[in-house]
């Protein structure tokens, strides 16, 4: 019973586009979410975060949407570098401080120069 | 300053024997997490300490435990080892309980 869903499990995008990697999740009572990066043979990297009170957050390239009645979120990079070519993995927690993640299977992303 | 150490970073076991995986936490930090990766999957929680006692338990069998020391490092033990150990073992840690800055894994074969 998955509550963090990835559904793509690839997806290739050129270099300079916008990359669009989307996440769903069932448990309404998650009021966090995280998306995080993850290269080979390393852990995985916070990229950026948005609180449930929040429709969106944007930090330099990378911009989360939350949409709390589909719950849905997407992490869209804009634009996209080969750099950021990477399993991006989608998190989400809930309830309370010091509460567990719980995460989607990842998405692997190509940017093709 | 450093972030989340793990030790090892490699480890190769036998079916049966067990295992002591170690973290050191960010400076600061109270609160630690265990995560297990298997390959094509999301990690997958396993434990959290916080000030040293034991915040949550993630569905694993009781193989696993651990514990967290005065000085907020961690151990991850799991006793007879099953070839379906084989994973990513990464240690989080955290300062409220938000924003969780993960090491770098260790990668535990069970042959």
């Known amino acids: 019973d998955q509550q963090v869903k990835q559904n793509s499990p690839s997806l290739s995008v050129q270099e300079g586009r916008i990359s669009i990697l989307n996440c769903d999740y069932t448990?309404?009572?998650?009021?966090?979410f995280l998306w995080y990066k993850k290269y080979p043979a390393e852990g995985p990297t916070f990229l950026i975060s948005?609180?449930?009170?929040?429709d969106k957050n944007e930090d330099g390239r990378f911009t989360v949407f939350l949409n709390k009645s589909a719950k849905h979120l997407s992490l869209h990079i804009v634009p996209s570098q080969p750099g950021d070519s990477a399993v991006y993995f989608c998190?989400?927690?809930?309830?309370?401080?010091?509460?567990?993640?719980?995460f989607g299977k990842g998405t692997r992303l190509s940017v093709i120069a | 300053d450093a972030g989340v150490t793990q030790s090892p970073t490699h480890l190769i076991k036998t079916r049966g024997q067990h295992v002591t995986l170690r973290c050191s936490p960010i400076?600061?930090?109270?609160?630690v997490s265990w995560y297990q990766q298997v390959l094509g999957q999301g990690p997958q929680f396993i434990f959290q300490?916080?000030?040293?006692?034991?915040?949550g338990r993630g569905n694993f069998p009781d193989r696993f435990s651990a514990r967290q020391f005065p000085n907020y490092s961690s151990e991850l033990n799991v006793n007879a080892l099953l070839l379906g150990d084989s994973a990513l073992y990464l240690c989080?840690?955290?300062?409220?309980?938000?924003?969780?800055?993960f090491g770098s894994g260790t990668r535990l074969t069970v042959v």
């Open positions: 948005i609180s449930s009170i929040k």
């Open positions: 989080a840690s955290s300062y409220q309980g938000y924003g969780y800055t």
């Open positions: 400076s600061g930090h109270k609160s």
């Open positions: 998190a989400a927690s809930g309830g309370s401080g010091n509460t567990p993640l719980v």
């Open positions: 300490y916080y000030e040293k006692e034991e915040r």
């Open positions: 448990n309404s009572m998650f009021d966090y």
